[in-house]
């Protein structure tokens, strides 16, 4: 148990998938405009990839390490990805129409969004086994969802400021990025 | 192998076949107009038009949020098909392209710049802010080829910039992203409401010409053998070339830089040129025209300022109305200039233009008689423009002018454009130092007149006609009597037959900065005249617009709040022309209708009426050029002409035209000024 709650504290917040590991970035300049759209991401990606990270690890150790086709992981992987993104796609499409309309086409760039692969990665690399996947997979992507809200929180209030014009939108959005990445690298060793 | 196939093959089903389930089990009802769309998008997510997606940009048009024509990318077969799934008419807007605004490299711009005896850097730096090369200058480095989305651009030979005009789409990434504003967006409607900022490179010549005509570009495109392209730069600014180009004093020849060096390019025979290969063809080039507006505009006066005015509300979609109070068209180009100067054939032709862009006319209708500004309102006019020129002519001020045979200059050639008899006797004297006068002078000679005097109060240098004119006129013939004044007329049997007039010496400058002329005393002289014309001056008739409640000047001319808006003090009435600046040239009579028609553009838009930031005025301060280097030296062509013993009794038009080969050379003489550039050799 205490493993798991050190595997937790480490993938949100000493390894942070996006701010340490810098995966998935795409969604983080894209969709943290806003505090809803942000969570409303989130989510999302906290349900594919806890799914994506156990169906990966499945498919890996069941069907690919059995035929002895692990050089086909990626190929596997993003099949597996792409199509549990349709599903979300479809049941956020019809659950929370107003979320789907706001994500727009961030939701089914999740497929290609290289924080889901790269976890499903690690989770091989790491030789983690099936709990310890799910958990990692599903602290990753609390993480993710805890740096995109971040910075949803820090863009929201630009609006209010005077930013230099050369500055504005995507620009300053990684400059600060970059800061909290260098503030969650004060993390590192904790764990 | 074979495993890895179907294990992948395996993979695929298992999830095609969830994919299938759920998407039956959370079915959502799409909008088949989004749906449809959707598919007529090209589905590249581009991001062009705004939109996070293609889908996205779908819902937001079947949503009413974003226009038909928001798809970049797809270019107008998307847009109608999208108009088409909508159930909406598209009026196709005229297409932007892009347009750079400077023709030299770093290497051939002048990097010599002199400072007029300033010796200090703060100095320097007041002064077009201590720039060594010109400020506006393109400093071709690309940065708008690489960021255009659709590879329009590319780096010439010249090393500036070119535009591919097929494959711009008029996005406008390459104006937003060059940080001198060179490289801007263009387009037939938007270059015929142009006014020249400070902000832009320009020669002096355009900035002088009042009608704002793009010189050097149609000079240049005359010199690539590109004659219909150099009649539709010209018609941006000026809708009457074949008469500009007969009549015009051409300021812009006074201020051409090739003047400093050598005689100044032959601009105005230029135009003439290619606006008389159009007419002799008789093959009209028509311009763009706008959708329709529905708005109306009524343009008091057919004179040159309404004709420009009502030329291009049309083509900006309106429709104009004028209403003429002579019998004709054309004001007084018909009725004050002679057939030899301007055929009425000619004038008739280039005014057809002007009607077939969709103009209605009422003539012999006149304002205060006919019609009020009330009553336009009433019939449901949107606008107003008052062009009425200055039609009024002012008596000698002497003894014996209700004598027959003394004829009011205005009238005279009045008459003559409406065809009238207009018989003189064997002496005639005119009285005047203008164009009017000179017309008057040669048409009497023209008419028989064996002797015909000019009397001006002031000398030759002060004398306001054109050179040629005057040169004209005195090859036929025509005397000058200089510093002369005339102070009685006497006659006999109610009829003229000697004119008293007393000479003149010139005195202190009074406020026109030229000479006064004083008489001088005890040197009166007496000569017999059967008819004497009086050209001294013409000025508008304002009675009737005060009548309808526009303020005038002082100089009883219509007060505008700027010449170059043309804003009465009536909302939705705008004036130009003789009536606002007092009797000047046509072509700055053209130049005030286009720029009238501007506001009133803007003003039935519902923009303010205001002019561009760092608009020109006579104030700017612009960079000269003061010398000229590394120039070739080239004599000016010269205008053919009708030899004096073809031009007598008749009216046949006196300058014959440019041959091809006159106007290539000329042509090629131009430098193709920039602020500061111009073409050297080698």
Redesign the interface.
């Known amino acids: 148990m205490a493993d798991f709650i050190l595997l937790m504290i480490s993938a949100i917040l000493v390894n942070n998938i996006l701010l340490a590991r810098f995966l998935g970035n795409c969604p983080f300049v ?1 969709v943290s405009r806003s505090m809803d759209t942000a969570t409303g991401m989130g989510l999302a990606v906290i349900f594919v990839l806890t799914l994506a990270g156990m169906i990966t690890w499945l ?1 890996h150790n069941y ?2 390490i059995p ?3 692990e ?2 992981r990626t ?2 992987f993003i ?2 990805i ?2 549990l993104v ?2 979300v796609e ?2 956020v ?3 929370a ?1 107003a979320l789907y ?1 706001a994500l ?3 939701l089914p760039l999740i497929t290609t969004n290289c924080a889901v692969l790269g976890v499903a990665i690690i989770n091989i690399e790491d030789g983690y086994d099936l709990i310890t996947s799910i958990f990692f997979s599903f602290a990753s992507a609390v993480g993710f969802a805890l740096a995109l809200v971040l910075m949803a929180g820090i863009r929201e209030r630009f609006a209010l400021v005077n930013i230099p014009k050369s500055f504005e939108g995507t620009a300053i959005g990684l400059v600060t990025a970059g800061l909290i990445a260098l503030a969650f690298s004060g993390f590192a060793g904790l764990v | 192998m074979l495993a890895g196939m179907l294990a992948i093959g395996g993979i695929g089903i298992v999830a095609a076949l969830l994919l299938g389930v759920s998407s039956k089990i959370f079915y959502v009802e799409v909008d088949p107009v989004i749906q449809e769309i959707a598919e007529t998008l090209p589905g590249a997510n581009c991001g062009a038009c705004g939109f996070a997606g293609c889908s996205s940009c779908a819902k937001a048009i079947a949503k009413g949020k974003a226009k038909p024509d928001a798809c970049l990318s797809g270019g107008p077969d998307v847009t109608l098909a999208i108009a088409g799934i909508l159930g909406v008419s598209i009026e196709v807007k005229e297409p932007d392209t892009a347009r750079l605004g400077c023709w030299y490299n770093l290497e051939e711009a002048d990097t010599k710049f002199t400072y007029d005896g300033v010796k200090d850097c703060r100095a320097a730096a007041m002064l077009f802010d201590g720039s060594k090369v010109c400020e506006i200058g393109c400093l071709t480095l690309g940065t708008c080829v690489n960021a255009c989305p659709f590879g329009a651009l590319s780096i010439g030979d010249s090393g500036l910039p070119v535009v591919n005009k097929n494959l711009c789409t008029g996005c406008g990434t390459c104006e937003q992203i060059c940080p001198k504003g060179i490289i801007t967006l263009t387009s037939e409607t938007r270059r015929i409401q142009h006014i020249y900022t400070t902000d832009e490179c320009t020669s002096p010549c355009q900035r002088t010409c009042p009608a704002g005509i793009d010189i050097p570009e149609y000079i240049h495109q005359i010199k690539i053998g590109n004659y219909r392209q150099a009649v539709k730069t010209i018609r941006e600014s000026n809708p009457m070339p074949l008469t500009c180009g007969r009549v015009c004093p051409h300021p812009c020849e006074e201020i051409c830089r090739l003047g400093i060096e050598e005689d100044p390019v032959n601009i105005n025979h230029l135009k003439r040129f290619v606006a008389d290969i159009e007419m002799n063809a008789n093959d009209r080039i028509i311009p763009y025209k706008a959708a329709e507006t529905g708005k109306t505009i009524a343009i008091v006066g057919g004179g040159p300022a309404g004709l420009s005015a009502a030329y291009y509300l049309a083509r900006l979609g309106h429709c104009p109305t004028i209403f003429e109070a002579m019998p004709k068209l054309g004001g007084m180009l018909r009725y004050g200039i002679p057939e030899y100067r301007l055929p009425k054939a000619t004038l008739d032709w280039e005014i057809e233009g002007i009607l077939a862009m969709g103009v209605s006319v009422k003539t012999n209708t006149a304002m205060g008689k006919d019609f009020t500004l009330q009553s336009l309102k009433d019939d449901g006019f949107d606008a107003v423009f008052l062009g009425t020129g200055a039609w009024d002519s002012r008596g000698l001020g002497v003894e014996g002018e209700d004598l027959k045979g003394v004829l009011p200059g205005t009238h005279f050639l009045i008459d003559r454009g409406l065809d009238k008899e207009t018989p003189v006797g064997e002496r005639v004297a005119v009285v005047g130092g203008g164009n009017t006068a000179i017309d008057a002078a040669r048409t009497c000679w023209r008419l028989g007149a064996k002797e015909v005097t000019v009397l001006y109060r002031r000398s030759r240098k002060e004398m306001p006609a054109n050179d040629i004119e005057i040169e004209e006129a005195g090859k036929e013939g025509v005397l000058f009597h200089y510093l002369a004044a005339p102070t009685k007329l006497m006659g006999e049997n109610g009829k003229l037959t000697q004119l008293e007039y007393i000479e003149m010496e010139l005195g202190e400058p009074d406020e026109s900065g030229r000479r006064r002329p004083i008489p001088k005393k005890g040197s009166e002289k007496v000569i017999k005249v059967d008819n004497i014309i009086a050209a001294i001056g013409q000025f508008p008739v304002t009675d009737f617009l005060k009548d309808n409640g526009v303020t005038t000047t002082k100089w009883n001319t219509i007060e505008v709040v700027n010449e170059q808006t043309g804003q009465t003090n009536i909302e939705g009435v705008f004036a130009g022309g003789d009536s606002v600046t007092g009797a000047s040239i046509a072509v700055a009579a053209i130049g005030a209708g286009r720029k009238a028609a501007r506001s009133i553009h803007r003003f039935l838009s519902g923009e303010e009426v205001t002019l561009p930031d760092n608009s020109i005025t006579p104030d700017s301060k612009l960079p000269a050029v003061e010398e000229l280097t590394a120039i070739t030296h080239s004599s000016r062509v010269k205008m053919p002409e009708l030899s004096v013993d073809d031009r007598a009794m008749n009216f046949t038009e006196v300058e014959l035209g440019l041959s091809q080969e006159m106007a290539a050379d000329e042509a090629a003489r131009c430098l193709r000024c920039g602020l500061l550039c111009y073409r050297k050799e080698g």
């Open positions: 894209g498919v069907l690919l035929l002895n086709i050089y086909l190929i596997a099949l597996v792409a199509t349709q599903f479809m049941v499409q019809k659950t129409p309309e727009g086409i961030y």
